[in-house]
């Protein structure tokens, strides 16, 4: 019996959902973090004994009545909605003071609704609506850092169409992807791809193919239109042959190439051993010269001497 007067309520409150004009304000929340959606009664002499608060999604209503409720000044969740179980909270210490502002736990991308906070009041033994107010809940999360992909090539040739990629994911709501040219050439539609992850958070990728030019700039960002937010890659001038990601600039033009550096080595050590092999020569032929110069004196002494 108890449950079907609570049906009779539900389908009471779904059709007062139609004719009672409803004051409404909007919160934006990270996915993860807790959202207040705010619900002051503003009456005097306020007796939750004689009140029935309930917090229900306005926009889906037949397939969740109901997400929080005060029932006379206890909480009553018979009715609850499984996927928030354990995820919602009123501010215990307010209640008498009419704020029965709900505290949404651990948001997620599809905690993204129109709440209605209705509050009722015992009048003549019957229970009527006495304020209804709504909160459109906006969730947002940030997307990770794009990365750029472009050809392994370090010169492409003119006109050879190159690919570029641009990869982001964990963020929501969708993005927008934009292709930028420091050139001021036109880029092509670029295609995109974009999955939403079990957890609800979007990953996106977007592909490019243009025609190389001599003087080439291109970089992409992502945009998350709720948080404001634009995450841009570094451009892509040039790439090593082997390096697939653009994170990191391109090295100063002015530094000295491994190879120049390498033959200037060597050409400075076989100059060293060439040196060296002269110097080790003429100090043999000298010793040489001065062992056949005493040779030569001692013979012309032992000729000199009498006999």
């Known amino acids: 019996m108890a449950r079907a007067s609570s049906g009779v309520l539900l ?6 959902r139609t004719v009672i004009a409803v004051e409404e304000n909007e919160v934006t929340s990270i996915v993860g973090n807790t959202a207040e959606l705010h619900c002051i009664y503003s009456k005097e002499n306020i007796d939750l004994s004689q009140l029935r608060i309930y917090w229900q999604i306005a926009d889906d209503l037949k397939t969740c009545p109901v997400v929080h409720a005060l029932i006379l000044g206890e909480d009553n969740q018979s009715d609850q909605c499984n996927n928030f179980k354990d995820r919602t909270r009123l501010l ?5 003071d009419g704020d029965f502002s709900l505290l949404l736990l651990n948001i997620t991308p599809r905690d993204e609704h129109t709440y209605r906070c209705i509050v009722q009041k015992k009048m003549d033994k019957v229970f009527k609506v006495d304020y209804d107010t709504a909160v459109v809940l906006r969730v947002a999360a940030n997307y990770s850092q794009p990365v750029l992909h472009g050809p392994t090539e370090s010169r492409p040739n003119i006109e050879e169409e190159i690919t570029f990629t641009c990869k982001s994911s964990g963020g929501y709501p969708e993005p927008k992807v934009y292709w930028t040219n420091e050139d001021n050439i036109s880029l092509p539609e670029p295609n995109m791809t974009v999955i939403q992850d079990p957890d609800g958070t979007y990953s996106v990728f977007s592909t490019l193919k ?8 291109i970089g992409c960002s992502i945009e998350n239109r709720v948080l404001q937010q634009n995450l841009t890659t570094p451009n892509f001038e040039k790439i090593n042959q082997n390096q697939k990601e653009i994170n990191e600039p391109d090295p100063s033009p002015n530094k000295p190439d491994a190879k120049v550096i390498s033959i200037v080595i060597i050409g400075t050590l076989i100059a060293a051993l060439v040196g060296l092999t002269c110097l080790l020569w ?18 012309g002494t032992q000729r000199d001497a009498p006999v």
Do not use: G
């Not at 003429?282 to 004196?297: I, L, P």
């Open 92 to 96: 215990k210490d307010k209640l008498e």
């Open 11 to 16: 389908l009471f409150l779904y059709v007062l």
């Open 210 to 217: 243009i025609k190389s030019t001599s003087k080439m700039k």
């Open 282 to 299: 003429k100090r043999k032929s000298w010793r040489q010269a001065s062992y056949t110069d005493v040779q030569q004196n001692e013979e």
